[in-house]
């Protein structure tokens, strides 16, 4: 199991090397609350590792290996987030068969305490996603599709707020243009609302009004177009935000080789993460608050799931 080592350090405090470097002793001295985030994005229906069949990924990922993984990080830290990035359909004949209903089960069997929608989660029509719902004991994060006449009215919020230690986490979900992407008979009369307006108006609810100490975006908008300047990005998102900390993303399949940092309309440090498809990833942030409120640091170890044999890699 390789890592990828990530540290960028901001606020109070001294630098986190990794995630034994820094004595629990001094976290208690100074109320630092550490949290960690567990993440995934386009799994495409990915129940089993990857065939050895010579292929780029071969051996790599499958649900037995995250789920084992998972709970043996539960077992080491005491304040655990588990989110998903969307286009968690499509791509075995799992899907084929099952509609969504095993990889569901297997999320809510996980613990995945919430996730966001994307362009391949419509591969069945906005009813094929509605139906398979009622096996996720997670809530659906979206606030700019407006499902107004569709199947998935009222089954979806814009965010959610998870507390953990006392710490108060808002987790809010945002979408890909869906026209020219998707057939229009699978999202019927869903309307796209801007990502960037609608994201930062309840990252201001968030922070401003439910107090929120940190706040996460799940975005399926994709990492960085270089060839369209016209399509939004995580990165540019990024730099037109307010009150977002975290940006976990999905889409362009990104593995990316440490998180990215960029600054916001505030000139405060927003972090990009994302890792990959096909559930060859798990993504870990370890992020240390101060219960006085301010941010310390954060480190991430994101982990190949299998021996990694010539895995694919984009930037």
């Not at 889409?251 to 940092?261: A, C, E, I, L, S």
């Not at 991430?300 to 299998?306: A, E, P, T, V």
Request: charged fraction near 25%; proline fraction near 3%; aromatic fraction near 10%.
């Amino acid at each position: 199991m390789n890592r990828r080592d990530f540290l960028h350090t901001f606020g109070i405090g001294a630098a986190v090397t990794g995630l034994g470097a820094f004595p629990y002793e001094a976290l208690a001295a100074r109320e630092i609350v550490k949290l960690t985030i567990l993440h995934t994005n386009d799994v495409h229906s990915r129940i089993d590792p990857f065939p050895m069949d010579g292929g780029r990924n071969q051996g790599l990922g499958g649900t037995v290996r995250r789920a084992a993984l998972i709970e043996k990080i539960r077992k080491e830290e005491k304040n655990v987030l588990l989110l998903d990035c969307g286009d968690i359909f499509q791509g075995t004949p799992y899907f084929n068969y099952y509609g969504g209903e095993l990889e569901m089960k297997l999320m809510t069997q996980m613990g995945y305490e919430a996730a966001t929608l994307g362009n391949h989660d419509f591969d069945l029509g906005v009813e094929g996603f509605a139906k398979q719902m009622k096996h996720a004991n997670f809530p659906i994060l979206n606030c700019n599709y407006d499902f107004k006449n569709t199947a998935l009215e009222n089954k979806t919020i814009p965010f959610k707020i998870f507390t953990k230690n006392n710490v108060r986490i808002g987790v809010l979900g945002i979408g890909i243009e869906l026209k020219g992407l998707v057939p229009k008979k699978m999202y019927g009369e869903t309307q796209y609302n801007d990502p960037m307006i609608k994201a930062n108006f309840f990252a201001k609810i968030l922070k401003e009004e439910e107090k929120c100490d940190y706040v996460i975006c799940l975005s399926h908008l994709g990492y960085e177009y270089k060839d369209d300047t016209e399509k939004i990005s995580d990165k540019k998102f990024a730099a037109r935000s307010r009150d977002i900390d975290l940006i976990l993303g999905g889409h362009t399949h990104t593995f990316m080789n440490r998180p990215d940092v960029v600054y916001n309309l505030d000139n405060k440090p927003v972090i990009i993460n994302q890792v990959g498809w096909g559930g060859i990833m798990l993504g870990r942030l370890d992020v240390y608050l101060s219960k006085r409120k301010v941010k310390m640091n954060v480190t991430s170890q994101n982990q190949y799931l299998g021996e990694m044999v010539n895995v694919s890699k984009h930037s």
